[in-house]
């Protein structure tokens, strides 16, 4: 086994419609030493993206860096299964199950491979760096500097992480700059805390998380929905299997459940809903996903010095389980509410039209369609354009003309061409005054007019209003 630390910067933070514009990552052995060289790519965008301009500001990366210096998201992935996705390989970054490894399975969507294999076929796996820092700063805190942000809150941001201990970390935002630091942090604390850190390794597997959550006992969970004053950590229980995910819904047991448990699924529904400013309690239930990697441990590994660190002691816990435990409609109505919060996110969508690049999780592929996939990735440019795979799925039919443009722009007959740049001319100016193009420019119009602009900051806008007057025909 071995380890592939990775990280990418993209066009924005939704990756339905954001685009990974840099991929960095380094494979290291198990004991976290450094294995072969690293990965540093740069992605072509195409002319159906508009990235946000706050988002490369942070980065630096233009669109017209990627196409100067970058490879087409066919050829990445093909460098991606030759060279990175290889058998006995663990994925690990900082915050990548919630946010890059989204960006990946879209990626790999849009270009025909599986979007899960990747990392659990051939002995791979996944793990997150994020949610272990967070544990290890409750429990086992010891050997290691813990910043706070700028009011006095506790906080995990890796570069403020890598600034306390010391570890070199130039040019943040940059991909495999981010790379080097996370390494560097896993091997502080994997030397400071080593049971822990192998411990939420081996925690990784949603089989092992299972047996423990589903054990109806109570168990630590650390995670970010948490305060930070209560260093993202509590007790908690499970109260039922989520009923559409791989998961359960679990209870936070430093909440009295007695003000929640008469509430009726519509009451349970508006309590669980995040509202901003809101001094009303939020309904202490989330969903733990097994497959997400969570941070979770049995009841035993808190002692003394933890119970003050997360303000929450095993008998305060096991008193509002008791409570808990005696009333068994609360459970149903949980169960209903979540029925509803579905129904919600349902009607939320009825009637709009989610372009084909969003529509991932709206089902799986049948074995032919994966089959004809993997025809499409293997053929050479030139045999593309004569390909007309007979896809049962509609969205991998409505793919195929958005992968050969996207990837081999040389190859597009006249006809395709002409239906490439309507594609791209609809997606961007569609809704007039509200289109996308519109809404790019008044963000870039926004940002102009902010003070203290640096030289650098100002030719990355300039070359911004060039990319988005590129698109206008």
């Known amino acids: ?57 942070v980065t630096g990366i233009t669109p017209q860096q990627t196409i100067a210096d970058g490879m087409t998201e066919a050829e990445f992935l093909k460098l991606f299964y030759k060279e990175i996705a290889v058998p006995d390989t663990i994925f690990v970054g900082y915050n990548t199950v919630r946010f890059d490894d989204e960006f990946m399975r879209f990626l790999l969507y849009r270009n025909f491979y599986d979007p899960y294999t990747w990392q659990y076929k051939d002995e791979r796996s996944r793990w997150d760096l994020l949610d272990a820092v967070r544990m290890m700063r409750a429990l086992r805190p010891e050997g290691i500097k813990w910043p706070v942000d700028s009011s006095g809150k506790p906080t995990n941001q890796l570069g403020l992480l890598t600034g306390v201990n010391n570890i070199a970390h130039d040019g943040a935002h940059d991909a495999l700059s981010d790379v080097n630091a996370t390494i560097a942090l896993a091997q502080l604390i994997h030397s400071k805390q080593p049971k822990l850190f192998k411990y939420l390794l081996d925690m990784r597997d949603k089989k092992r998380i299972a047996e423990l959550v589903d054990s109806d006992q109570p168990f630590v969970y650390t995670s970010g929905k948490y305060p930070s004053e209560t260093q993202k950590t509590t007790i908690a229980v499970k109260l039922a299997s989520h009923p559409k995910r791989q998961g359960a819904l679990v209870y936070d047991l430093r909440h009295d459940p007695e003000e929640f448990t008469k509430l009726s699924p519509e009451e349970l ?10 001094t009303e309690p939020r309904l202490p239930v989330k969903t733990l996903q097994y497959n997400r990697c969570p941070a979770v441990a049995p009841l035993n590994v808190l002692d003394s010095a933890s119970q003050k660190r997360i303000g929450l002691t095993p008998a305060a816990a096991m008193q509002n389980l008791a409570k808990l435990k005696s009333q068994k409609e609360f459970v149903e109505r949980i169960l209903k509410a979540v029925g509803l919060l579905d129904d919600q996110q349902a009607l939320k969508f009825t ?28 053929l050479p440019t030139g045999e593309l354009s004569d390909m007309q795979p007979k896809f049962q799925d509609k969205r991998l039919k409505a793919l195929l003309p958005l992968y050969k443009a996207r990837n081999f722009p040389s190859s597009l007959t006249t006809a395709e061409q002409a239906s490439w740049d309507r594609y791209c001319q609809e997606y961007v100016l569609s809704g007039g005054e509200d289109s996308r193009l519109a809404r790019y420019f008044a963000k870039l119009e926004e940002l102009k007019k902010q003070t203290g602009s640096t030289k650098n900051q100002q030719y990355i806008l300039d070359e911004l209003q060039l990319w988005g007057e590129s698109l206008v025909p």
Request: hydrophobic residues 35%; negative net charge; glycine residues 6%.
């Open 1 to 57: 086994m071995n380890f592939y630390f990775y990280d990418l910067e993209t066009s924005g933070l939704n990756p339905r419609d954001s685009r990974i514009m840099q991929f960095g990552g380094q494979r290291t052995d198990m004991s976290l030493k450094p294995v072969g060289q690293p990965h540093n790519v740069l992605i072509k965008m195409t002319e159906d993206v508009l990235p946000d301009p706050y988002a490369i500001l």
């Open 269 to 278: 529904v508006e309590a669980w809903q995040w509202k901003k400013d809101s």
């Open 351 to 378: 009637g709009q039209d989610q372009p084909v690049d969003a529509q991932l999780y709206d089902g799986f592929f049948s074995d032919s369609d994966r089959r004809l996939s993997e025809q499409v990735q293997a």
